[in-house]
């Protein structure tokens, strides 16, 4: 009977180490999980008041518009715009294609 009481001991310590196991495992997936998905959710969009130009920093892409025969255009591509470079405010620029002619 006693070698019994140990074969049950030794089964029960088999399941206490597999399901040690497991949550070990899915505890590590779980928590890599998180980090992946604060660091995909970690975008900060900041407020640029209309007052205020900015100036582009380094490595700025994007679409940008283009004024061609009195249209604003959007450009099919992106573009690498300049570090340095002003970007303002439509109310900072007089419209031109808006304008009405003077006579």
Known sequence: MHSSLRCLKDSFDWLREA????????????????VLAFLAGCNRAVFIPESSPI????????????????????????????EGWYCVPPSFVQDESKEVPSS
Do not use: C
Request: no cysteine; aromatic share 14%; charged share 10%.
């Open 19 to 34: 399901v040690w196991q497991w949550m070990l495992i899915n505890g590590l997936i779980f928590f890599a999980a998180l």
């Open 55 to 82: 100036r582009m920093g380094p490595s700025v892409k994007g679409k940008v518009y283009l004024l061609l025969d009195g249209q604003w255009t959007l450009t099919d591509n992106q573009v690498q715009i300049p």
